[in-house]
C-alpha cells in the first residue's frame, strides 16, 4: 500500500497534461478541423510558461502565457486552414515543426534552470491514509483537467451549442444553410483546442517535470492526437485512457528504478508501442471507427463556394 499510493499519484499527474491536450484536440475535431500542431502547441507553452514564471515569479502568470501563446499559434493555424483554405493536415505538420524549433531557440537561456512548485492538497482530506496522497494532493490544474472532461461531457451532449458545434462537424454545408457562422464557430473550437495544448504544456514544464529541456513534451502531443481516436470522440474515454498511457509511462520509471532487467531504451519505447498497438486494433473495425468519427473531419468549407 505504501507503494500504490505514489504509483496513483504519479500516474494522475504523468496523464493530465495528455488529457489536457487531447479535449482540446477533440473540440477541434467535433468542429471538423484536425489540428496536427498539438506537439508545437505544447512546447511553446512549456517554454512560455516556464520563462514568464521565472522572470515574473508567479506560477499562475506562466500558466496564463501558456494558454495565450497555445490560442496565438491556433489562431494563426485558423487563418490559414479555415480563411484562407490550406490543407489542415500539411499546416498541422508545419505548425508543430515550427513549435519544436521556435522553443528550442527560445528556451537556451534557460536550459538547465528549475522551479520549485508549491505544495497544494485538500485540507482534510489530504490526510486520509493512501488516498489522501493519491487523491487529494495534487496541483489544482490536475482538479481542473478532471472538472473540464465532465463539462465538456455535458458540453457535447446536453447543450445547444454543443449540439450545433457537431453538425458543423458533421455538415458544415447544412449548418450554413440553417444560419450558422461556420467559420466562427471552428475558429472558436480551435482557439479553445490551442488553449488546452498551451495549458498542458506549461504543466509539463511547471509541474510535472519543473525544468525546462529542450524537447521534453517528448512526443506526448502526437499521443493526445491519438487518443482522440482511441476515445472514439467521447471526452471520458479521452480522460480513461490519458490515466492508461500516464500509467504506463510511470511504469516504466518504476521499472527502471527497480532495476528490471530490461533496457532502458525499451522501456522508454513503452508509451509510444502502446499507443500504436491501440490504434492498430481500433483500426481494425473500420466501420466502428466511421460511424463516430465526425464526417467532415479535415475538410475545409468555404461559404462562397
Not at 484536440?25 to 511553446?44: F, T
Not at 509541474?207 to 499521443?223: D, F, N, Q
Not at 531504451?265 to 508509451?271: C, I
Request: proline fraction near 5%; charged fraction near 5%.
Amino acid at each position: 500500500m505504501d507503494l500504490l499510493a505514489p504509483l496513483i499519484a504519479s500516474t494522475i499527474v504523468a496523464g493530465t497534461p495528455l488529457m489536457l491536450a487531447a479535449l482540446g484536440l477533440l473540440i477541434n475535431e467535433r468542429s471538423g478541423v484536425i489540428n496536427l500542431g498539438s506537439e508545437g502547441m505544447m512546447l511553446m507553452g512549456a517554454i512560455t510558461a516556464f520563462a514568464t514564471t521565472v522572470g515574473m515569479g508567479s506560477f499562475s502568470l506562466g500558466f496564463l502565457t501558456g494558454a495565450l501563446v497555445g490560442m496565438l499559434m491556433a489562431a494563426f493555424f485558423a487563418w490559414l486552414t479555415v480563411w484562407l483554405g490550406a490543407n489542415q493536415v500539411a499546416t498541422g505538420l508545419a505548425l508543430s515543426l515550427f513549435g519544436v524549433g521556435a522553443s528550442a531557440y527560445l528556451g537556451l537561456p534557460y536550459a538547465g534552470s528549475s522551479l520549485l512548485p508549491p505544495q497544494f492538497g485538500i485540507p482534510l482530506l489530504q490526510d486520509i491514509p493512501v488516498l489522501g496522497q493519491a487523491l487529494f494532493r495534487h496541483h489544482p490544474v490536475v482538479y481542473a483537467s478532471l472538472a473540464l472532461c465532465v463539462a465538456i461531457a455535458w458540453f457535447l451532449g446536453r447543450t445547444r451549442p454543443g449540439l450545433i458545434l457537431r453538425a458543423v462537424g458533421e455538415s458544415p454545408s447544412s449548418a450554413h444553410s440553417l444560419g450558422y457562422n461556420v467559420r466562427r464557430i471552428r475558429l472558436a473550437a480551435i482557439l479553445f483546442g490551442g488553449m488546452c495544448c498551451g495549458l498542458a504544456g506549461a504543466f509539463m514544464s511547471l509541474v510535472y517535470t519543473p525544468l525546462w529541456v529542450e524537447g521534453m513534451v517528448a512526443g506526448r502531443g502526437w499521443i493526445a492526437l491519438a487518443l482522440t481516436t482511441f476515445a472514439t470522440w467521447r471526452p471520458l474515454r479521452v480522460m480513461a485512457g490519458a490515466y492508461l498511457f500516464g500509467g504506463i509511462t510511470i511504469l516504466t520509471y518504476h521499472m527502471q528504478a527497480m532495476g528490471v532487467p530490461i533496457a532502458s531504451q525499451l522501456l522508454s519505447m513503452l508509451p509510444y508501442l502502446a499507443t500504436v498497438l491501440v490504434l492498430v486494433l481500433i483500426s481494425r473495425n473500420a466501420m466502428w471507427i466511421r460511424l463516430n468519427m465526425p464526417a467532415s473531419l479535415g475538410k475545409n468549407f468555404n461559404p462562397n463556394s
